[in-house]
């Protein structure tokens, strides 16, 4: 067992005076069983081992010995970022260790770690790529050399590690990496320049944070100053793509590449909560705002386009086409969670949610060893993404071990304090203590029940504020209780008027007091603006903060043929992979659609030759949450269904 | 000037048995003023020439000196079908010739087949990627080789330039190649094999055609046999891509690639044609018909996925990432030429209008001299597909010469002849001839005018049948008229009955006798299949045979605003680079959408805050046809528009 470490800071630590609120200490949120806690134990006894597998057959951690000199052979895949596969690998593996205390894996960190000592230079540098294809040749290809990037990782890798379990092995190799990083390209650096996909920048505000050293902050600076510049050059997809058309305090719209365009985001972010230059938290807002008005699908998910995979234009949201990387998942729950601490504001947290249940968790297997890259809400057939559906890994692995980190750390995101007290943002079963005193017990089926119970234990009495958010879909019909009876400003049953998006109690609390949330989680349909052209005349089904997907093999007829009428109600609970489900159900009619003659389309009011063949039936259509589809079976499913009363 | 080759076959020769109707000789079709003599052109005066220019700075030329050993040096391209630019680009030239007796393009032509006699092998192989790239190491891979692909288009211009100039030099050379073929893959062959990408098979029937030895046509049978056996192997994108999943006898659906699903059918139907077997029309039946059903655009295109420029699942018709490549739509209408051969039905002349006219039309610029190779429905804004639109080349660059020899060689798809006359399918100004009297003279502003005069010239008095195709989307609306009056069958304003797809007059013809069609060329509204997920609520703007689309620099609001009502009528027309084109216009609302509150999806029946806050303003919608797109400025541009009373 190591020491406590409860009270060392989670993934983002202590904040600049522009932050509102204060993220909690690691140790801050612990999960009694639930919902999340089966899903990081699936994570934690599931997927990190399988990762170190996986890992060791794709020779990922072969090409660091590699790198050292330790073993000779040719590199191991082709991209130069794969390094980063262990980093985020060694980062999961530390916070799962920071909750568990598991010696076990302390020491399989320390193997793997020994492996990333070997491979550093002497002056700090480390890129295993870099060292066995390019002879060495460093920072010749800012473009496209993810030498910043991995970087970055290793950087984020090494604080969880020093965080989590005190030790300073891998810290201390990222920080002479970061040193040797502020040589190069730091104000009196040899060389002008960026990385290609951003991350560093959130990388080197986090070790400021961790050090207190002001070089690292100025550096994370510099990189967003000189982006946009131009520097990328005449490359593939454009500048755009490159995060390099605009300046970053003149970008008011994101666009390119998903998973760099919310990395980079997230890194001017956590400059702004260090600086707090203004300018910085004006054009955020506006990006932010740009990307929920028509770039963010309803699962949370964002970059609409294989090609490039970039975010496409506004209300450019294709649901088979849909690309919405597992990783731009992951970055934009990064990036929210910094506009929250930055702002205080709840839109953050609806939006974390969101992504949190539906376009991250679809992106890994209910039992944990198995990944999506990409995450369409329709599928046809089994012919889209070929047979497999979800793949144990990949030759460009960047999403599971983001999945790792992100679920081992995920409680960090659940709660915050500021000078008042305590605010819960997301809601599961456990303790949530906060260093000061303030803390409450937590009891709840959330997301599939709506009751939230939240007792006070002893060493929390005192007067503070526990704020509480009321998610957006829920806002209006909520029901608050404190010790059985209304709060002040609700009415008489309870009821949150629909302007309360949290529910703020000020009092002297006292060892057992209770509060109790009602959220009204019933089925509800949902139909998209406009100019969402994949989801004209669709419904999408949602219940609380899930999205619900029908996928063929509960369905009594053809996806294609469905047409939902009326409303939905909850179905009975359906068992996945041990874990147990709510259905909703709608009812629709089956179009029996197919004629003689096979061209498809016909003139406005003109015969309908379709309809007069074929024939319509009563059917029932099955929905279970998008965050488990393709876990029986991979094939035709559909978020977006039509409805006789969308258009 | 050549001498007089009218008599000459065109693309396709003289049919076997199975036939129900004949090509006619390349020159039977001459075309008078009008829209298509425009685009011929347009084709002859400067694409031909740009296409030279391009294929010299590409380097592609110099590929063959390189083959040749005449010129040492890198290979130009990474592609190993870059020769088939040049003999698609022959292939134009000789229908050129064919068609004007150009004597300066005859000795351009000898030029460049001067190169490619030079970069044959000794025993009649040629192919210089293998020659210069692989070390002349031949048929190594055959899934992406493209040797025998690249034999296909040296036969199919040896034969056209052999017919179009009478002239052997790029005949010998191709047939010599195809000799070669028959010793390596024959059934008495040293290897058994077929080629990833199908084409020889149409190529080698042609030559069977051509020469009458039926080593070529059996071993055109032998490729379709052995297809689907498996020899692709484990590959990217799986056996359907590679058309290599079922035995083309069993293949009912047609899957994979698009173009090499279609130049695959073409070559089956072109074995059906010269040797009856009654089960290959059978299947092909069935494949054309599952292409129509599900598989099909509006436009004609087909090929719906980016990613393996595949067809796609059944009713995969993405308006925005769809792929539609130009050569999809040359190979579809190739494949409809050769059906239409087999059965003489009006479905297949009524498909290969609607490609000619809008799928593939749309592929060259009106001025002829820029392409694309993917062909949207739908652009949102300038980003997606770069700022360019089309481009002058490509470094895959099999479109643009492929629309060369697809227009250089048009006229010989507009009719056929049959024992007992002349049927006439696409409607042009101008004159046809038959081999054995049968004749019109054609006078019609088709496709933007209805009328079309055909009048007897003295040399086709006699009794023959004259059959004129009335188009599915003209029937029941059609009026014709011998000589001014009503002709039998037909109501007393000469109207034809909606069953009538062929209007077959026969009687004692006297020259001067005129036959005229009047047909409805008012605009439509056209709504698809509700399985067709990117048109649902949407109708597409169609006129005579031309789909319309909506380009954002005719509209006064942003063409995601808008919301068509009622039907559409002309407008004024409008003239781009030198053509004048007719518009439709028709009444919409705009809706101002933005809102302070970005989130785009809202409860069913919940308050629309996007309509509450916006407000809608009466505007007209002007449409263009399809095939100018992209022709003034690359921006926002829509076939499918949503339309109030379309679901």
Redesign the interface.
Known sequence: MTADRSAAPGPVGELGAAAVLRALPAGAVRLGPGFWSARVTANAERSLNAGLERMTEAGTLENLELAAGTRHGAYHGKLPFLDTDVYKWLEAVAWHVQSTGSAEWLEKADEVIALVAAAQQEDGYINSYTTVVRGGERWADLPSGHEMYCAGHLIQAGIAHRRATGRTSLFDIAERFAALLVTQFGEDGEQVGYCGHPEVETALVELYRETGNAAYLRLADRFITLRGSGQMGDRPF?R?YWQDLVPVRELRAL?GHAVRALYLATGVTDVYLETGEAALLDVLRAQW??L???K?Y?TGGTGAR??DEAL?????L????AYTETCAAIALMQWAWRMQLATGESQYADIFERVMYNGFLAGVSLVGDRYFYVNPL?V??D??L?PDGRQAWFSCACCPPNVMRTLASLTHYFATSDDDGLQIHQYASGEIRTEWGAGVNVETGYPFDGTVRLAIPPASAGTWTLALRIP?WARGATTVLLNGAPVAGTGNDGTLGADVDYVRLTRTWHAGDVVELDFPLRP???????????A?????IERGPLVYCAEHLDQDSDL??L?LAGHPWDGAPIEIDGTTLPTVLIDATA?S??TKD????????GPDK?AAAGHAAHTRVTAIPYLAWANRTYGAMRVWL??E???
Chains 1, 2 share one sequence.
């Open positions: 454009g755009r666009h705002e740009d929920l008005r028509g963010t309803i294989h090609r496409g234009d506004a209300f450019e294709p649901a088979d086409e329709q046809r057939s012919t889209t070929g957006a509800r349909l949902t139909v998209a603006d406009p100019r969402v052209d994949d004209r005349g669709c419904v999408a294609r043929d047409m179009r659609l197919d096979p061209w498809p389309y016909r003139e406005l009011g379709s039509p409805h009363e969308a258009n």
